[in-house]
């Protein structure tokens, strides 16, 4: 499984920005998926993790009521969709995949997609 994240960008303060993932591989092996995201100097965070079907998701308080986490499977996509943006957003953002291989289970992280938000 290899993931791709897209959508990064510079962002002013209260603007919006779209992130997608794209699963490739043994996508059917796919179960949760989530967003990280690491600001320099900081541990890597989650910001929003998705069951497999996509019916349960959970944030970060810090992104809660601004950033919707959402997958379609059948485009094997995972999007973050971030609103009132704030500089202390600013990250490089990391998909993040669990997924079985053999009876295990395994994950993998995309390169990561670099957001500024300016103030």
């Known amino acids: 499984v290899h993931l791709m994240e897209s959508g990064g960008g510079l962002v002013q303060a209260g603007g919006s920005l779209r992130l997608s ?3 490739s591989g043994d996508i059917f092996s796919i179960d949760d998926m989530g967003w990280y995201r690491q600001a ?3 541990q890597r965070d989650l910001v ?3 069951t497999a079907g996509g019916r349960t998701t959970n944030y970060a308080d810090s992104v809660k009521g601004r950033f919707t986490i959402s997958r379609d499977n059948a ?3 995972m999007y973050l969709e971030m609103n009132s943006l704030k500089p202390a957003d600013t990250a490089v953002y990391y998909c993040n ?6 009876g295990r289970f395994l994950e993998v992280w ?5 957001v500024i938000v300016s103030s």
């Not at 995949?97 to 053999?102: D, P, Q, R």
């Open 75 to 77: 485009n094997n996509t």
């Open 110 to 114: 995309g390169q990561g997609t670099l």
């Open 48 to 50: 929003a993790g998705i």
């Open 40 to 42: 320099p100097g900081k």
């Open 21 to 23: 993932c794209a699963a």
């Open 97 to 102: 995949a669990v997924y079985s291989e053999t």
